[in-house]
């Protein structure tokens, strides 16, 4: 869940967006014929089923295609995803938010609560729709057949429903009981030639998509003012259908207001019924004979043009991400692999991103230590939207979520350019799209206590050996915590202690340079369980040990909002 928000959010006012383009567009038609309209109303629903970031996906694929790409992108499978693409332009997605980790911060898990609204609004509009068609589907089962000479199934029961076609793949047009005594063969022939427009435009399935669509955005009132403009031109443009193919303008309006005297019931959300929309409108206009013109030459130009307008604002929005992506900094050759059952750790291994001269190298290494080094993260900010599996666990027996990573480039590169580069890599291989946030939020701040530091600068080539072997805990402090080893400067070790602390630790201390915390650079304090222990709690150790104070503030924090990551692609 932890892509989702961004992704809805950005959907939605960007279909927002075209929704009211689509109202300004179709209300200046109002004078042209209502299938006309009726096209466009639907055309501005069913947008919102169909993320732009579709378009700006094939954008990205478009211009791989029509381009030589890069030989890194190529021995990389370079891939550009559709949650990489809505991050180009106009598409850049709103804040991510994953609920796993609000939780773990202990804020209130606003957007779980939102998206579960979402879904039990959805629920209840389909449970709403259901019942009405399970109704309606029994009246029509239970209903008497009647030969009309029309060429769908034609059946007649009890007037509870008004005259209407129910179905989608199979229409059924249900007649009320006495309506063909009640009107003349011409206003009959005119009412049936009505519903008959129903079936041949199959205005049911655009309903019901129509309402798939309201159901899944039930709280946009966008959305809802839509199908009001489709039910309304829907009914206008069958009234149309049926003049043009021959019915007396008298004849039809008076069969309309018998039916609708005699037979009025509340109109069905299940069916394409002969009421609705705006009555007294549509018997004037029929009484009145004067058909809609049609639409001239201009008119049709210019809306070629807003829709090659709007297919072709993301799909260049794409491609020009592809572009940017491809143009980024990137290894002369990279490699990357799944850590297979044959590799074995070597002596001496180290965790995380090696750095050399024209090298970089990562053994055992998952997406985490990979984002870690690209952006070169401390500790102190926060991530949003890892996934799950971005964790690799490690051991002489085998690893999981755990990769080989191995590239080369030029021997001048700095280290800042190599961070670049990997970012670029992440973009291919991982399919990895994030940006940055700065939030205010609580925060631990590591000061300098009253008496002043009580360790001095240390110079990290002098460090002693580390010690071999994992750091044991004392027997009567089991669950202690270690940080270990080395020369450390205190930003490092609000980094680290961040870890520890599952809360941003940030640096106040004002100091710069090296320093040796302890033996061998290690801190070692008791768990938050153990009252009696040899080892201190870690307020103590720091504050009598090396001069330093931890103290809850409000701070600005930067977040690392990852808006997607998929698994690379074998090479």
């Given at each position: 869940m932890n892509a989702i928000v961004p992704l809805l959010l950005n959907h939605l006012w960007q279909s927002t967006m075209l929704a009211a383009g689509v109202l300004l567009v179709g209300s200046a038609l109002g004078r042209y014929r209502p299938a006309v309209r009726f096209r466009i109303w639907l055309v501005g629903s069913l947008q919102f089923l169909f993320p732009l970031g579709l378009l700006a996906d094939l954008?990205?694929?478009?211009?791989?295609?029509?381009?030589?790409?890069?030989?890194?992108?190529?021995?990389a499978g370079a891939s550009f995803p559709l949650a990489r693409q809505l991050g180009a332009a106009l598409f850049v997605p709103a804040s991510s938010i994953s609920t796993d980790q609000i939780a773990s911060h202990g804020a209130f898990p606003w957007m779980a609560l939102l998206l579960a609204a979402w879904a039990c609004g959805t629920l209840a509009v389909l449970a709403i729709w259901l019942r009405e068609w399970l109704r309606i589907r029994a009246l029509v089962r239970n209903a008497t057949p009647l030969d009309l000479g029309?060429?769908?199934?034609t059946v007649s029961g009890p007037?509870?429903?008004?005259?209407?076609?129910?179905?989608?793949?199979?229409?059924?047009?249900?007649?009320?009981?006495?309506?063909?005594?009640?009107?003349?063969?011409?206003?009959?022939?005119?009412?049936?030639?009505?519903e008959m427009?129903?079936?041949?435009?199959?205005?049911?399935l655009w309903a019901a998509l129509q309402m798939l669509v309201q159901a899944a955005f039930w709280f946009h009132p966008l959305v809802w003012w839509l199908g009001r403009c489709m039910a309304r031109d829907r009914e206008l443009a069958c009234d149309e259908g049926t003049l043009r193919h021959g019915a007396q303008a008298d004849e039809y309006a008076t069969?309309?207001?018998?039916?609708?005297?005699?037979?009025?019931?509340?109109?069905?959300?299940?069916?394409?019924?002969?009421?609705?929309?705006?009555?007294?409108r549509r018997v004037l206009w029929i009484a009145g004979g004067a058909l809609a013109p049609a639409l001239g030459a201009h008119v049709r130009w210019l809306l070629a043009l807003l829709?090659?307008?709007?297919?072709?604002?993301?799909?260049?929005?794409?491609?020009?991400?592809?572009?940017?992506?491809?143009?980024?900094?990137h290894f002369e050759v990279a490699s990357i692999r799944a850590w297979g059952t044959h590799d074995r750790l070597p002596v001496g291994f180290v965790a995380g991103v090696q750095l050399?001269?024209?090298?970089?190298?990562?053994?055992?290494?998952?997406?985490?230590?990979?984002?870690?080094?690209?952006?070169?993260?401390?500790?102190?900010?926060?991530?949003?939207?890892?996934?799950?599996?971005?964790?690799?666990?490690?051991?002489?027996?085998?690893?999981?979520?755990?990769?080989?990573?191995?590239?080369?480039?030029?021997?001048?590169?700095?280290?800042?350019?190599?961070?670049?580069?990997?970012?670029?890599?992440?973009?291919?291989?991982?399919?990895?799209?994030?940006?940055?946030?700065?939030?205010?939020?609580?925060?631990?701040?590591?000061?300098?206590?009253?008496?002043?530091?009580?360790?001095?600068?240390?110079?990290?080539?002098?460090?002693?050996?580390?010690?071999?072997?994992?750091?044991?805990?004392?027997?009567d402090a089991?669950?202690?915590?270690?940080?270990?080893?080395?020369?450390?400067?205190?930003?490092?070790?609000?980094?680290?202690?961040?870890?520890?602390?599952?809360?941003?630790?940030?640096?106040?201390?004002?100091?710069?340079?090296?320093?040796?915390?302890?033996?061998?650079?290690?801190?070692?304090?008791?768990?938050?369980?153990?009252?009696?222990?040899?080892?201190?709690?870690?307020?103590?150790?720091?504050?009598?040990?090396?001069?330093?104070?931890?103290?809850?503030?409000?701070?600005?924090?930067?977040?690392?909002?990852?808006?997607?990551?998929?698994?690379?692609?074998?090479?």
């Open positions: 954008g990205g694929q478009l211009h791989q295609l029509l381009h030589v790409r890069h030989p890194v992108a190529e021995a029309l060429p769908v199934r007037a509870q429903l008004e005259l209407g076609v129910f179905g989608v793949l199979r229409p059924v047009l249900f007649v009320p009981e006495g309506l063909p005594q009640t009107l003349s063969a011409g206003e009959l022939r005119a009412v049936l030639g009505h427009c129903h079936v041949r435009r199959r205005d049911n069969g309309l207001l018998k039916v609708c005297r005699h037979y009025m019931s509340a109109p069905a959300a299940c069916m394409a019924g002969l009421s609705g929309s705006d009555l007294k829709v090659a307008g709007a297919v072709a604002t993301p799909l260049a929005a794409g491609m020009l991400q592809s572009q940017a992506v491809a143009s980024s900094p050399s001269p024209g090298r970089v190298l990562g053994q055992c290494v998952g997406l985490g230590s990979l984002v870690y080094f690209a952006y070169r993260l401390t500790g102190t900010e926060r991530i949003e939207g890892m996934p799950k599996w971005a964790g690799a666990r490690c051991s002489p027996s085998g690893a999981t979520n755990a990769y080989m990573l191995q590239a080369t480039m030029p021997q001048s590169t700095t280290a800042d350019q190599a961070r670049r580069m990997m970012q670029t890599l992440l973009a291919r291989r991982f399919q990895f799209a994030a940006h940055w946030e700065t939030r205010r939020m609580p925060v631990l701040a590591l000061e300098v206590a009253k008496g002043g530091l009580k360790i001095k600068p240390s110079d990290p080539a002098l460090d002693p050996p580390r010690p071999r072997g994992v750091a044991s805990c004392p027997a089991p669950g202690c915590q270690t940080l270990c080893c080395g020369s450390t400067t205190m930003t490092e070790l609000a980094g680290s202690l961040s870890f520890v602390l599952g809360r941003p630790v940030i640096d106040h201390t004002g100091a710069s340079g090296s320093y040796l915390l302890g033996p061998y650079g290690k801190l070692q304090w008791r768990g938050d369980r153990e009252a009696t222990s040899s080892l201190p709690a870690l307020p103590t150790l720091l504050h009598e040990q090396y001069g330093l104070d931890l103290k809850t503030a409000r701070g600005l924090v930067k977040v690392l909002v990852i808006t997607h990551a998929a698994r690379p692609r074998p090479d």
